[in-house]
């Protein structure tokens, strides 16, 4: 625990102008990020008599050793690089929405030849028109099925829409009239554009113009006669009547607003937003979040519509924001949304009428959604405090391990050996912060010798990166006046967590997380004593001796401990156990998904993977010019430069790599015995990786998945 009087700024070194601090515990990791609008006058609130503080800020600021801050022009540049710090860093102590789930969208793929329509979860995509969120996903398919009658638009996925062009037959939406078939070539893609736009104004909520020009057109056909189209018109508006119908309107105003309300306690908070379009609740999502903070109800709201406009711009904010109370102060805020539309934004609480009432729905929802939330956690929160006890009393650790990291190996018969290093704090998976090692040092199977490696490589770049910075937060680090920059920053270290790399080239100054910066209270290892020894001697070996080391034996769920000839053996019943079981299994989880990946790729791999700098777009022009690898191994090198895109240096390569490359070994029905001749012309890369002259046999799935460890 630090004395904040150890590195609070001295007197008139702070400035009076607009800012954004940071503060920053032992490891140089950002822990709070805030703004205000005058830095002097805040940052001196923290650094008064702790028994006068709120007890999450008391902690914070005993848990912080360095606090440093960037000066802004004005109060909506705080407010915009709080967001984009907040986002970037994910301090512990700041607070932070968590979505209670993933919801749908309602998307249109407008960025496509021919736009799709289609369910969404997840980050938004350049170019794709988004309606909603809603609350479940069969309900997008219900409103899309109604209106897919009037704008018959395309909803298949890219492969069944590749099909149907190759063989000239729609799918059966496009024979029941629900898609206008643009494989086949029944729509033009200009007419077929022009329809999915009418289908998102009229999602958009420009309802009323659509249904009078059906009416009109319907009117038309029975006057001429026609019955049988003022037929199906009046079906299309019945189906479109409907669609609305699904979505009650609840200001009559045809009113584009969010509703934002928030239910809390000294604890927690929950916001619900309802998202209106067109006068109609068209979607609603909630978030709760711990109030790691003393905080007004303004600043959550504050801290809401930086979570839900962030990364919105245009039409996605709307017009009028309601909330139960405004942020102080709510000129900057409202700025801020202001540029993000791109023009006024009304941000107001709602004193009467349809909106007042409508708010008190909302508020009844953040509260239900608060109590739903306290009476799920309230145990979670006791079993995972009692399982960081109950394992810190079995291995006697000082205190609760409130980081634990689990390595785990894989192989398969001793090939593509592969480890995996995941990360469990306070109980809950890190997973930003798991990483996966590729075994370089030796080749084989040696599950003690590879635990040795990865333990190495792990902590010998915690240990690099702790000289580079110095002792952290005391010499040479960063200090209150030190200038910051925001540049861009450059990871050189590979997706396999290879820590050979420079380490110069990694930027951690500016607190993003990087790759094994901070420290575990606890190893854990999957396997027995063996590998547990291999463990503690790689921390012995780099001078660690603060780290507690232990490992899970899966046979019969043993403890072990590097000192101790015994295993530990915690009750059957132990939460302590079931925490480590999951973060076991985690890791085992991990390692032979990777596992499998790289030898899926190995396999797959083909003459061509050999040749350098022949990306895999210009592989694919060549594969399908020549139509196999075996005849483009007996092309010429005239005959290569043909392709586009490969000038006569790059064919040269390719037929050298091809030259040097064996041909394939037919492959062997293992099941009858037949050999399967020219697989090369149908799939060059099956038989990939064979030994000159050996035939290759293939194992079904679960034969493989008993030799993977």
Not at 111 to 119: A, L
Not at 351 to 366: F, I, S
Not at 554 to 560: A, F, P, Q
Request: hydrophobic share 35%; proline share 6%.
């Amino acid at each position: 625990m630090a004395d904040p009087s150890s590195y609070r700024p001295r007197p008139g070194e702070i400035p009076d102008s607009p800012g954004v601090y940071r503060f920053r515990d032992e490891h140089r990791r950002v822990i709070y990020v805030g703004k205000a609008k005058s830095l002097r006058q805040r940052l001196a609130n923290y650094f008064q008599d702790l028994a006068g503080l709120h007890p999450r800020t008391r902690t914070m600021v005993t848990t912080a050793t360095s606090v440093e801050w960037t000066v802004v022009s004005t109060e909506v540049e705080a407010l915009q690089l709080e967001y984009s710090w907040i986002k970037e860093y994910d301090p512990r102590f700041n607070v932070k929405y968590r979505d209670d789930k993933s919801y749908p969208y309602l998307a249109v793929t407008m960025n496509e030849e021919f736009p799709r329509v289609q369910v969404m979860r997840g980050q938004k995509k350049k170019g794709v028109r988004y309606f909603g969120p809603y609350g479940h996903a069969w309900a997008i398919r219900d409103t899309v099925d109604l209106l897919l009658r009037v704008f018959p638009v395309r909803t298949c996925s890219a492969g069944v829409f590749k099909n149907a062009s190759r063989t000239g037959r729609p799918c059966l939406l496009g024979y029941i009239g629900k898609c206008s078939a643009p494989c086949v070539g029944r729509i033009s893609p200009e007419d077929h554009r022009e329809l999915a736009e009418e289908f998102c104004d009229f999602m958009a909520g420009r309802t009323g113009t659509y249904l009078r020009r059906l009416e009109k057109r319907m009117m038309e056909a029975a006057d001429e006669m026609e019955y049988e189209r003022a037929a199906r018109l009046r079906d299309d508006i019945e189906a479109l009547k409907k669609a609305m119908e699904k979505n009650a309107v609840v200001l009559a105003d045809a009113t584009d607003a969010d509703l934002i309300a928030v239910a809390e306690d000294e604890l927690e908070a929950a916001v619900q937003i309802f998202h209106v379009r067109g006068g109609r609740v068209r979607g609603q999502r909630g978030w709760v979040t711990d109030k790691v903070e003393e905080i007004t109800t303004g600043a959550l709201v504050e801290h809401a519509l930086q979570q839900l406009y962030g990364e919105e711009s245009g039409d996605a904010v709307p017009k009028e924001v309601l909330v139960p109370a405004l942020p102080d102060p709510v000129e900057p805020v409202q700025q801020w949304l202001a540029d993000r539309r791109g023009s006024q934004v009304s941000l107001r609480i709602p004193q009467r009428g349809d909106k007042k009432a409508l708010m008190e729905t909302v508020q009844r929802n953040a509260q239900q959604s608060l109590v739903l939330h306290k009476t799920k956690r309230a145990s979670d929160l006791t079993t995972r405090s009692r399982a960081l006890e109950e394992i810190a009393e079995a291995l006697d650790l000082d205190s609760a391990p409130l980081r634990i990291e689990c390595y785990d190996i894989s192989h398969l018969q001793g090939d593509d050996v592969v480890a995996s290093m995941v990360v469990f704090e306070d109980g809950l998976q890190r997973k930003s912060e798991y990483r996966r090692f590729q075994i370089k040092s030796f080749e084989g199977q040696d599950d003690v010798r590879s635990m040795h490696e990865v333990i190495t490589r792990r902590f010998r770049r915690y240990l690099a990166e702790k000289e580079r910075t110095g002792e952290w937060g005391d010499e040479g680090g960063l200090t209150a006046d030190t200038p910051l920059t925001n540049g861009a920053d450059t990871d050189l270290t590979s997706t396999d967590g290879d820590d050979l790399l420079p380490v110069a080239g990694l930027k951690d100054d500016d607190g993003r997380p990087k790759k094994f910066a901070y420290p575990p209270q606890l190893v854990v290892v999957d396997g027995g004593r063996p590998q547990v020894l291999a463990a503690r001697r790689a921390l012995d070996e780099l001078g660690i001796d603060d780290i507690a080391v232990c490992g899970l034996a899966k046979r019969l769920e043993e403890v072990w401990l590097p000192d101790d000839e015994d295993p530990v053996v915690l009750p059957r019943t132990s939460e302590g156990l079931y925490l480590l079981q999951r973060v076991r299994d985690e890791a085992h989880r991990f390692a032979i998904t990777y596992q499998r990946s790289k030898r899926a790729k190995r396999f797959r791999a083909g003459p061509l993977d050999e040749v350098p700098g022949l990306g895999e777009t210009r592989k694919q022009a060549l594969i399908k010019h020549f139509g196999s690898v075996k005849k483009l191994r007996s092309a010429t090198i005239d005959q290569i430069c043909e392709v586009p895109g490969i000038g006569r240096k790059t064919a040269e390569t390719v037929a050298a790599a091809l030259a040097r490359a064996a041909p394939a070994a037919p492959a062997v029905n293992t099941a009858t015995g037949e050999i399967m001749e020219d697989q090369d012309d149908e799939a060059p890369e099956t038989t990939a990786g064979a030994s000159p002259g050996e035939p290759v046999t293939a194992s079904t799935p679960d034969e493989r998945r008993g030799m993977e460890t």
